[in-house]
């Protein structure tokens, strides 16, 4: 009996300890999802959560575990966290106190992308001038360039991201960046570059204007491109729009609003512009073929096109802007995107004129729009 009572005793304890090390796992891996924080000054942010998660997953264990004492701690200049917790095991056969305890090291592997400049011979493949602003507080922002001059700052002109890198040289002053941007880093590779497009079908709609009231578009393909003009306000709604051999333009004062609605545009002349007099309202779909995918250039159309956001009035456009052959003007005198759980681009080259200031988040717990595949954090993974 007695040898019968400790090799259960044994097992117990051995049961316990990987109960305890399995929920330390999980709170680190967790935890690890927002290390991004801790690079970028609020590393309490990121023990508070560790912690929580640690001390939820105890209280629900049972009375054995459920008073273990816990300690999170960032390790190598805050890009792992380290999560430990130990705890008193009373074995229940001869009642005897053993220590157990569990540690787990966590690591991400780097910051999600919100902006990464594609062409690799130009000059300003990011380029921002003037008082042109923008603000990627925890993401990172890459020109592609190997050219000396690969992402340049003039003016007024303030980048400000988690991480900032350019594959060639950058031209500015110390105050147009924040932080410094490194240099010579390693050409990404185009993380949309495998997204499937949509099948283009027959044409639905033919040179397509709405000038006037209030009108809802479903989804189809527009040969010719679709005009919002003339102070109407139009809705896309729930689906996929192909903006076919023609433009998607808003102008004159209109509203253009997308409800889980994708553009993709192809062919020839198939860009967009939101002129300054508009409002425009954007949100990417949650599912099917363009999930997460708010305006999608066909990776074939002719190099050197323009899209143009010059709306005052764009405080939405929550997914990705995919622009691989045409560049991304933005040039307004507002913030643009501010209210988006997440907006992500991915464009030849990216230039801001003016005043604007793109507000790129990276809430990505805030919505259920998905972040296409290659542009999120990278994958938190235990290390110890």
């Known amino acids: 009996m007695a040898t019968i009572g400790v ?46 998660y640690l001390q939820a997953a105890l209280s629900r264990s049972g009375p054995q575990l459920a008073s273990a004492a816990t300690d999170v701690a960032l390790l190598n200049n805050n890009s792992s966290l380290q999560v430990a917790a130990t705890a008193v095991y009373r074995t229940q056969f001869l009642h005897i106190p053993v ?39 925890f993401c990172a922002v890459q020109s ?19 991480s900032i890198c350019s594959a060639g040289g950058k031209v500015g002053n110390k105050v147009n960046y924040s932080p410094d941007p490194l240099t010579d880093c390693p050409v990404l590779p185009d993380p949309l570059a495998s997204r499937p497009a949509p099948a283009i079908g027959p044409c ?105 956001i010059l709306s005052n009035n764009a405080p939405l456009l929550l997914g990705t802007i995919y622009t691989p052959k045409g560049t991304l003007v933005i040039d307004t005198n507002n913030y643009v995107a501010q209210q988006s759980a997440f907006t992500i681009i991915v464009a030849n080259k990216m230039q801001l004129y003016g005043g604007p200031n793109l507000v790129l988040n990276s809430n990505y717990h805030l919505t259920n729009v998905p972040v296409p595949g290659g542009l999120d954090v990278g994958y938190p993974y235990l290390s110890k």
Request: net charge neutral; glycine share 12%; charged share 10%.
């Open 204 to 308: 639905n709609y033919n040179n397509e204007v709405v000038s006037s009231g209030t009108v809802a578009l479903l989804p189809g393909v527009y040969c010719g491109g679709l005009h919002v003009t003339g102070g109407a306000n139009v809705t896309l709604t729930p689906g996929v729009y192909i903006m076919k051999a023609g433009p998607l333009l808003v102008d004159n004062g209109s509203t253009f609003t997308a409800q889980s609605a994708g553009v993709f545009l192809h062919g020839a002349g198939a860009n967009f512009q939101f002129d300054a007099s508009t409002s425009i309202s954007m949100t990417a779909p949650q599912s099917g073929v363009m999930a997460g995918m708010l305006l999608f250039e066909d990776p074939s159309a002719p190099a050197g096109g323009a899209h143009q």
């Open 7 to 52: 090799a259960l005793d044994y097992a117990m304890l051995a049961r316990q300890k990987s109960q305890l090390q399995a929920m330390v796992d999980s709170s680190a891996l967790r935890a690890a999802r927002e290390l991004h924080l801790a690079q970028v000054g609020s590393s309490d942010v990121v023990t508070s959560i560790a912690k929580n």
């Open 144 to 162: 592609n360039s190997t050219n000396p001059q690969g992402l340049s700052g003039a003016g007024n002109s303030v980048l400000t991201a988690a």
């Open 99 to 137: 220590n157990i305890g569990a540690r787990a090291v966590a690591t991400a592997s780097g910051f999600p992308i919100c902006a990464l400049g594609l062409n690799q011979q130009a000059p300003g493949t990011i380029h921002l001038e003037a008082n042109a602003r923008v603000t990627a507080q």
